[in-house]
């Protein structure tokens, strides 16, 4: 298994008796939520595995630590190629991990040279975004293209935004999103939707998206959060949401959040967002 493109777990396995015995070698300590790791440490410990018989394509076993007998972790490996599989630690609350056969010369080590202070994230697969949401999306922003035309066509443009999130539903539902794009685009959507729960799936979105490495998502996290905060009476945080036509902001907390805050997430400062509504309110 590899972090940050580095050696991070090695399972060696070799059959006995029908089963198998081997070790997993692994950082010594570290935290992890599945996706990302921090506090490794630079120095490694080695657990021995013993297993249980296969079962299909399924191997179950328990890891036992180098000095503590009573410290043991159970896993499921499943494999899916035959040169990769997928470990879950049993009972965790996240995905199992991809393992790569190692195929070079050489054993492999694992990498050394962690650094404890940073967080290292599980690099995600590439996966194609979805064709139909990206379709879903630019009729989505077509529609609003124009204000005179929007409010021309509002009770149209209304319906359709309707049928839009119903299919985006469908689509998440039957797991035909799966790239970090497809959900911010989902975020988006919904974003534009006609009730506070519809702001709030958005900003739910908006967190996939970000989990899984779209960085863009940042703003729409925030836009969401404060479109939800406006429709349930609530004083916004970030003051991402202006009026129809720009000119005024919704009641907003300015304090809340600071500027350094409000730049992390791609929203403009305060003085920028007024500069905004200036330039505004004089056309």
């Not at 991070?8 to 692994?26: H, K, N, Q, S, V």
């Not at 985006?168 to 999103?177: I, N, P, Q, S, V």
């Not at 004083?235 to 959040?257: K, M, Y």
């Amino acid at each position: 298994m590899t972090v940050d493109g580095r050696p991070f777990m090695i399972l060696r396995l070799e059959p006995e008796d029908g089963r198998y015995a081997g070790t997993l070698t692994r950082p010594r300590q570290m935290t992890s939520d599945g996706r990302n790791f921090s506090g490794i440490s630079k120095e490694t410990t080695t657990e021995r595995v013993t297993t249980d018989a296969p079962h299909e394509r399924t191997l179950r076993f328990e890891s036992t630590a180098e000095k503590d007998s009573n410290d043991k972790q159970e896993y499921e490996l499943s494999v899916t190629t035959a040169d990769e599989a997928r470990l879950k630690m049993v009972d965790a609350p996240f995905e199992p991990w991809s393992f790569t056969r190692h195929s070079g010369g050489g054993a492999p080590k694992v990498w050394s040279g962690w650094d404890p202070k940073r967080s290292y994230p599980l690099e995600e697969p590439y996966v194609e975004p979805n064709s139909e949401m990206g379709e879903i999306y630019r009729a989505d922003q077509a529609a609003r293209q124009s204000l005179e035309s929007f409010k021309a066509n509002a009770k149209q443009i209304e319906r359709d935004d309707s049928l839009r999130r119903e299919r985006t539903r469908a689509l998440l539902a039957t797991g035909e999103l799966r790239a970090g794009e497809d959900f911010r685009l989902a975020a988006m959507v919904f974003q534009h939707g006609s009730e506070p729960r519809d702001y709030l799936f958005a900003h739910t979105l908006a967190l996939v998206a970000l989990e899984k490495g779209d960085r863009s998502a940042s703003w729409i996290a925030a836009a969401s959060l404060d479109r939800y905060l406006t429709s349930i009476g609530q004083r916004q945080i970030f003051g991402a949401q202006f009026s129809l036509d720009g000119a005024t902001q919704p009641p907003f907390d300015t304090e809340l959040v600071s500027d350094a805050l409000r730049r992390e997430l791609g929203v403009p400062a305060l003085a920028d967002q007024q500069a905004q509504m200036r330039k505004l309110l004089r056309r």
